[in-house]
């Protein structure tokens, strides 16, 4: 037997019993749909989740009856008999006339009549009544469509066996715990503003501080690393995306021109002619190959209002962004390197390849010149070239047909988040295409004039999306160097405000994020509230820690550490801070 | 005499010559300017440098002449026929007779005559042969309309003797020495691009190492006064603007509005409101006050174009900004505090009060309720907080009517730049006003809701300004902690390359900032070349270094120190660094 036909059966129960709650109801449609089922009702009043309850028992009381359910195929004259008083129905049932589908009744025991093609079981008493549930309210409009009147939709989950059911609200919890709009609330770290607009986070000071501590992780990185970390303003001439050729493919991504002068202004969404201009207002050599323009760079892309997602989704971002203008022969190598950061970055942030992310080869159709730049042997010589790279890391990869830029074959991280779905994080592109747009060149060692080639790269991605995946991989339990606050203070009684505070200070002079909780609460209490906000240390200072000089320190997910002298307690969270365990 | 008649005849000399070299010339205008004069001409080919010392040569000749200058009032008639060819001098004539201005005219010898109203010198006797100077050609359109036709505009300058006009020239050297878009070109820190657009620098990887560690200066000083450092997105929806107050007073100097689904966004003018929002999504009490929120906040403001200058006017900047809300009875405390702020900063920047910046205390007009917001007791109340803070400081101050913010009087801190004009470079604002418009609140000891009041300041200005005045204070030649490069490696011939580049490397190990020149040139020409690039400290390795392990160093204004062990010498500017010395 199929699920489906349950959950499908449930939902025919589901409107037996608010029928009979409520005689005039006008029934909607009552799909299947992941992991169960929904009714849409039109009701004379709002229901309440009171409401839901009684239905649940009234379902299982007809689930005990083994009501039967049989189809009946029906004539047009028949079935609009039945369903009069129901305008819904009757509206189904001259759409199906025009479109010349046969109509069909299920008949569940003599209590209810649906018009329905199936499946469904063949008696209720097949239902497990320990492993449904009614779960929410919802309004919805009636076909979808915003002109017609809004119905109230109860939705249903239902499964096989009470485990089940079980397995999937724990999965449900896990997502509330780990769903990084909830995190970001309860740890007070963004919020959104409707005076300020949709998709436009604004960072309290908790959240800046794991937005800051990224930021200068990434570039003290890439700086070591040879990046030359520049600033380029945030607005350019339009002129600037039509001579990179980006105005044309992603005008409907871009935000509206603004008229200043004579000129066209326009918010970027991509930061790499800007750095071009960085590149080539002074003649280069071979010598200074490959040169790596890095930058942490505002954008702004819109997207449309349904699709924005917290911090995963926004309409500005800041990209750890950077083109590496470099000569053809250099590629293979230098694109192992931007994989080696890639990698060193996602491992320092918990992210492992395999478990986390796998690369995606993303290659270009040759026969679609409209959306990919039209050379051929280019496009073969990029694809092989990321391709063996690839293949030289052993990394697991997989290969994805016209998922390329216009402008060159690319590698994407693809991340998973804790629901196992997939998001490209950072992507590495080859590029021939811009080179040639913005007339870069280099003079190679014989002198000659060249044209080198461009990696677009991201290291640590879009910061606020790199921050969601943190805050979800974590379930807000964020390390040690990303905590915003990484130890906090808790005095026993009022006795030892004196010692606590001059523990405070001795941790803030190191620079250690610190906070003391002083209020005037029960230890316990104390102990609790600081669980919840995940800071990593406790300390806990009382009568006996002021005597021997001490602190009780608590370790997040590891309990009581027991007393330490504080020196010892700081040399080794100042290790750890260090090396970003 | 006045040294205006001696600019003046100047000019009548200049025009007497270029007619005698090419007698088909047709004359602009020759008027008295500061420092000098100009004239402009219409001629059969462009000027070269070599012309104007030709000119010069001839106008010698003429001055030695004792030419006589001598008027005469003409009728219409009569002028017009002498200036018969002369298309520009009969458009004046026509333009004086409609205006029914009488008309003279001057003759010089019997060499020239021009269509003028004096005044001049008597006799060209009295003009200093060796005390002028013809400076330079340019284009300009006649009467300076862009549908006339383009002249050449020879520009002099003339002084009573040649020590002034070689102090003028001495002026002007420091000015090229000191003029921040010189340095800028020079040192390779920024560029401009028209393909992006006026006002908008980019920061080169050198300009952006300066600029980095003010940023990290500023939020690191910030954060330890009690700042919370947060960021908030560049657009929002003009609605935001609207409820502040801004829109209407400041729109021609804000940029186009954006239109996005139901929509209006706009790039942020100033950070206020954003910072509104972070203060009041969840509710406040008194014990919470003062609440310092801070960001370096990118803003957007529309200026002409014809005001743009380098990095001191442009048409984005990254402003450190901050927004103190607090209650009233605190604020003479908190302004105290944020003068300490900016003292501190400004001296560690260089610049001291008095000599190089000052006060002014910027009031409103009890009159003017279009351009202040109504209430007067508010007005007086916070003018004479400020007041009072200023004279407790003992800081010489100066008082401006009619300067402040629409929503409150403001302290500015005038700084002085090298030519001794002065701007604008940070301010402290005391607000009445918002807190209103944002229903901002808090409950005060009592459990009362109440409004508090806020500061607007900023501590180091705006960034692009800020190097704009630093790079001009110092001519470039930046302390160590902002010097893009901060120590360069020269090596004395090939035999060192190798202790040359284990230097390199252990300097960059220790985070110093080091470039090595390790080219095929003679030391003198290494040295002449880190010289001209301001390093603050130079290391010179030959031989005799390498055999005693150690490097000779040449600090910058100093000269040479002699041998030191690396050791010593990474000891001591580590130190410097760290103190920003």
Redesign the interface.
Known sequence: MKIENTRHSLSHLLAAVVLKKFPDVKLGIGPVIENGFYYDFLLPRSLAPEDLKDFEKEIKKLISQKLSFTIKKIAIAEAKKIFKDQPFKLELINEYTREKRPLSIYKTGDVFIDLCAGGHVKNSGEINADAFKLTSIAGAYWRGNEKNPQLQRIYGVAFENKKELNEYFKRLEEAEKRDHRIIGKKLDLF?F?D????G??????K??II??ELERFI?EEEIKRGY??????????V??YK?SGHYPYYKDTM??L????E?E?I?RPMTC??HF??YS?KPRTYKELPIR?AELA?Q?R?EK?GELTGLMRV??FCLADAHIILAKEQAENEIHEVLNLIEFVTSKLGFHKETDYRYRLSLGDRKNAKKYYKDDKSWNLAENVLRKVLKERKSPFFEAQDEAAFYGPKIDIQMKNFLGKEDTAFTVQYDFVMPKRFNLTYIDKGGQKKEPIVIHRSSIGAIERTIAFILEKYAGALPLWLSPVQVKILNITERNQKYSESIYEKLRETDIRVELDDANKTIGKKIRDAELEKIPYILVVGDKEEKTGTVAVRQRGEGDLGSQKLSDFLQKIQKKITSKE
Chains 1, 2 share one sequence.
């Open positions: 919020i503003s005076l300020v607009g949709k436009l986070p604004l960072f309290t000071e959240g800046s937005r800051r570039v030359k970390h520049v600033y380029t303003p945030e607005i350019a001439r002129e600037l001579t935000y509206p603004m008229k200043i002068d000129d202004l918010l002619p800007h201009q960085l207002y323009i505002k702004f819109y209002s309409r500005t």
